[in-house]
């Protein structure tokens, strides 16, 4: 397969997930969107990784770069939750527009 293949992929995956992000109210769901962004830079860093690899083999960065999204991905996942988890506990629903009710 070509580089130009993956990188549509996460070029298409990207423009999804900032969809989800900029229209959806539910916050549960902008996570996921979030979650869908960091996997399209995954594709996009192993893709130039691999082909970099062909070129030297001692050349790992992509990946290497890959694993430091999805060590931070899982972190914003576990304070992303905690966060939805709260609001829904004080405001009784995870509406992206209550939140600005939050402020003191």
Known sequence: MLINQ???????????????????????LVLMSIELILNAVNIN???????????????????????????????????GLALVLMIFRNRQSIDADDVDLLKG
């Open 6 to 28: 993956f990188l549509f992929l996460g070029a298409i995956l990207f423009c999804i997930g900032v969809y989800g992000v900029l229209v959806r109210r539910n916050l549960v």
């Open 45 to 79: 860093l192993v893709a130039f990784g691999a082909m970099w690899h062909a070129t030297d083999p001692a050349n790992l960065s992509g990946q290497v770069f890959a694993l430091f999204v999805i060590a931070v991905a899982a972190a914003e996942v576990g304070v």
